[in-house]
């Protein structure tokens, strides 16, 4: 059986620069997948490939084994995948319930919005309290959590979170990490990009580590954890 997302040889890049070089990395129904490396390894270009906001340039990419690489990123929503991209990129002008219902466009009907949006509230009772107030005043962690409240308002079936602690305090960390622990109990599967590698090893089943735009240790999280060559790997130290 195929997993519900497989890459295969995977490139991707900007421009004349290619930044993905041949990756491959699957993810299954239903888990929580860990993507790490320091800054410039490509986490970023990766995600944003599979969610269709940069083109590949080889490989294969199948989601729910649909072949990705004709698909614009709005059908890969409709498909069902949906990214929290870095930055967050909210619509910092617009209260909290008209981010919702933006992210909510694919819904065949209000009631199907509302409907999600209840759910979205439920699983962030904070951001029901500030559904009125501009998403442009709130605190860093509020608008973290309205990001993912909007990208869940799809209805995803795998939810990409690149760098979800960025900028954000621990106690507010472990609140988002334990709402996502949620998401994917659930049904939805996760990969996320976190810079706190400790925590994101804890909470994944499994885990990629990236380095200068490929792959170079996999598997089980506690594996990759316990590996000898895990912090050389990370560093990006020859080692």
């Known amino acids: 059986m195929s997993a519900l997302l497989e890459a295969t040889a995977l490139r991707a890049g900007y421009g004349e620069l ?6 491959d990395l699957r993810v299954e129904a239903g888990e929580w997948v860990a993507l790490v490396g320091v ?9 944003n490939a599979i969610a269709g906001t940069v083109a590949l340039r080889g490989g ?15 059908e890969r929503v409709r498909l069902g995948i949906a990214l929290v991209p870095q930055g967050r990129r909210l619509f910092a002008g617009m209260s909290v319930e008209e981010n919702l219902v933006a992210g909510g466009h694919v819904r065949s009907s209000r009631d199907a919005v509302a409907d999600a949006a209840e759910r979205a509230y439920a699983l962030f009772p904070r951001l029901r309290e500030r559904r009125r107030q501009i998403v442009g005043t709130l ?4 608008q973290q959590m309205c990001a993912i409240a909007r990208a869940l308002m799809a209805g995803p079936r795998l939810l990409l979170i690149d760098e979800l602690s960025l900028g954000l305090a621990p106690i507010v960390v472990d609140d988002l990490l334990e709402a996502l622990e949620r998401i994917r109990r659930d ?17 994944a089943t499994r885990a990629y580590v990236m380095q200068l735009g ?4 996999s598997g089980a999280s506690t594996d990759v954890r316990a590996d000898p060559g895990f912090g050389a790997s990370y560093m990006g130290i020859a080692g």
């Open 187 to 203: 049904g939805t599967a996760l990969l996320v990009v976190e810079q706190d590698v400790d925590a994101a090893l804890r909470y």
């Open 60 to 74: 294969t990419l199948r989601f729910a084994a649909t072949e990705l690489a004709s698909r614009a990123a709005h």
């Open 139 to 142: 605190s860093g962690g509020e």
């Open 39 to 47: 800054a410039g390894a490509g986490k970023s270009t990766l995600m």
């Open 214 to 217: 490929t792959i170079v240790l």
């Open 18 to 23: 290619e930044i993905v070089h041949g990756v």
